[in-house]
């Protein structure tokens, strides 16, 4: 009787054990579904601001402090335009919004930007705008010119060399953490501010072409950025213009 008691005790806790094993491995899979849930949640105005605030912190873009606050949704600013932008699209996912504003605030800072290069190069006041422009090429991102993205809808390659671009690289370029190619070069008017340092903590980043470009003013992060070797392939001018 006492064997027979102890079988059945022994039984009773493995099956405890069991059933506590599939709750817990049913609860583990309803909280994975709602983060898929969450990513892929169709996000509204409020939604996209607070998720590209967010992202611009983790990325280290904002200045002066770790605040989202301290980041510039100032009216009229490259950034406060492209978040008009996406907010436009009332069909997008966390990752599309992100995605979509590192394009538009890239298109800002290059379109039709004067600065002191493109007065010495072009004339004073005389600035190029871009040849193919974002605004005229619909609301997918990759088919818009000079982008190319995966099968999952992910931008992995800006290639706009010769465009008209001018200005400088904004830093929300970060916020494409797939971006594995990037070509700019032959953009005569680009350069203001120099070689953007932080574009050799691009993690996926492994192709970067700047030639033909006209950056200045720090010749010191140019060599580290065009001699890093993260990547594959790089070229870029040291200081063309000094």
């Not at 611009?56 to 492209?82: C, E, H, L, W």
């Not at 005389?126 to 090429?137: G, I, L, Q, R």
Request: proline content about 4%; overall charge neutral; hydrophobic content about 40%.
């Amino acid at each position: 009787m006492k064997m027979l008691g102890k079988s059945i005790f022994l039984k009773i806790v493995a099956s405890t054990l069991i059933v506590a094993t599939i709750i817990s491995l049913s609860v583990a899979i309803i909280v994975l579904q709602n983060k898929d849930c969450q990513s892929d949640a169709i996000l509204d105005a409020s939604g996209m601001e607070e998720v590209i605030r967010n992202a611009v912190v983790q990325k280290g873009i904002v200045g002066g402090g770790t605040s989202s606050a301290n980041y510039p949704f100032s009216d009229r600013s490259i950034q406060q335009r492209a978040l008009s932008k996406v907010m436009k699209v009332t069909t997008l996912t966390k990752e599309m919004s992100i995605q979509r504003y590192a394009l538009w605030t890239f298109f800002f800072a290059t379109e039709h930007v004067g600065t002191p290069v493109t007065n010495k190069i072009f004339g004073l006041g005389t600035v190029p705008t871009w040849k193919d422009s974002w605004t005229n090429d619909g609301p997918d991102p990759c088919l818009w010119n000079g982008v190319r993205c995966n099968s999952f809808g992910i931008v992995v390659e800006l290639n706009l060399s010769d465009s008209g671009i001018t200005g400088a690289l904004p830093p929300e370029l970060k916020l494409l953490d797939s971006l594995t190619s990037l070509d700019l070069s032959k953009n005569i008017g680009l350069g203001h501010g120099g070689v953007p340092i932080w574009l050799k903590d691009m993690d996926s980043l492994q192709f970067i072409d700047l030639r033909g470009c006209t950056f200045s003013d720090n010749g010191a992060a140019s060599l580290e950025v065009c001699g890093s070797t993260k990547f594959f392939y790089a070229e870029c001018p040291i200081c063309s213009c000094c």
